[in-house]
């Protein structure tokens, strides 16, 4: 079993930053990636950002009006935990945002991800 907690969630300004954490706890041996992902209301979740425990590579969603460019994912290993840094955040980056561990970094597929966390709220103000 892997345990996983998100907070540095909030209420910010359009332009502004977060820095959201997940401090993973159990088996973290046994699933190499780390994703975020986010669910706005009355929309599908869809995936943001992965990256290996192991090898530091990460792998982003490339998708239209994507987060490419402004998040930034990064982990550090000696405390379990990762990071995704939001900049030049949009009304639209508005969601409830999960971490969720899993095989494969390279993979968007949310039913290749086996543990979740609670979710963290980010709200952005036009």
């Known amino acids: 079993q892997v345990q996983l907690v998100e907070s540095g969630g909030g209420l910010v300004q359009a332009g502004g930053s977060l820095r959201l954490s997940c401090a993973a706890s159990?088996?973290?041996?046994?699933?190499?990636?780390m994703g975020w992902f986010r669910q706005a209301p009355g929309k599908e979740r869809e995936f943001v950002a992965a990256i290996s425990w192991s090898i530091g590579k990460t792998y982003y969603a490339d998708y239209q009006d994507s987060v490419k460019g402004r998040f930034t994912i990064s982990r550090d290993n000696a405390k379990n935990t990762v990071y995704l840094q939001m900049n030049s955040l949009k009304p639209e980056d508005t969601a409830v945002y999960y971490c969720?561990?899993?095989?494969?970094?390279?993979?968007?597929?949310?039913?290749?991800?086996?543990?979740w966390g609670q979710g963290t709220q980010v709200t952005v103000s036009s």
């Open positions: 969720a561990a899993g095989r494969r970094y390279t993979t968007t597929m949310i039913e290749e991800y086996d543990y």
């Open positions: 159990g088996r973290t041996f046994s699933r190499d990636a």
